[in-house]
């Protein structure tokens, strides 16, 4: 089993919808929880990421935590072409673990938004 | 700041022959980061690198691969001889100390090793 698990897709949604990203985790020690998004051929940018539980929301980008679930969601309001791309999710241990430069990646969705 | 910078973009060679990639982290960066892209196994590290030296070296898959950062601004990845399975789309990306989350990437190098 991969620590991190994301469903490849693709996910095809018209303009406006909301989208919902999803990644599981197993491992417990991780505390950094980052949403990158890749466009073809370019190289991964961060969207936003969260340390530890809870939400965080960044225009029509919203980042969510649920640890006890090891379950991490990216929701995209009023989605917009120029969303389409591949999401990957990452997540890192925190400071106290020696682990914590590891990022691990989950293997992206491809979502694309139809006008 | 240009952003992390990799060179070539695009790289095709002949099994066998040495493959040199090379990235430019963004300046202040303490932290570097070597990671290949492939469809079956996504992203991967291969090797992290702090204030010029190698930390954690565990992701290289094997001897063939090597890395070095003679000093802040430069860093390469060799492969050595190479194989078809290495072909993969190769990144780098640096980050500060305490940005702990926030890497930044480069566009990566497409290897093809036919």
Redo the contacts between chains.
Sequence with gaps: QKEVEQDPGPLSVPEGAIVSLNCTYSNSAFQ?F?WYRQYS??????LM?T?SSGNKEDGRFTAQVDKSSKYISLFIRDSQPSDSATY?C?M?EG?ESGG?????????TKLQVIP | DAG?IQSPRHEVTEMGQEVTLRCKPISGHD?L?WYRQTMM?????LI?F?NNVP??DSGMPEDRFSAKMPNASFSTLKIQPSEPRDSAVY?C?SRQELK?????????T?LTVV
């Excluded at chain 1, 914590?100 to 992206?108: C, E, L, M, S």
């Design positions: 950094y980052m051929r370019k190289g991964p940018e961060l990421y340390y990957l990452a890192s400071p914590y430069q590891k990022v691990t990646f989950g293997t992206g | 992390v932290y980061f196994r996504g992203l991967e590290l992290y702090n930390i954690d990144f990306a702990r989350a926030e890497a930044f990437f480069g566009q990566g497409r």
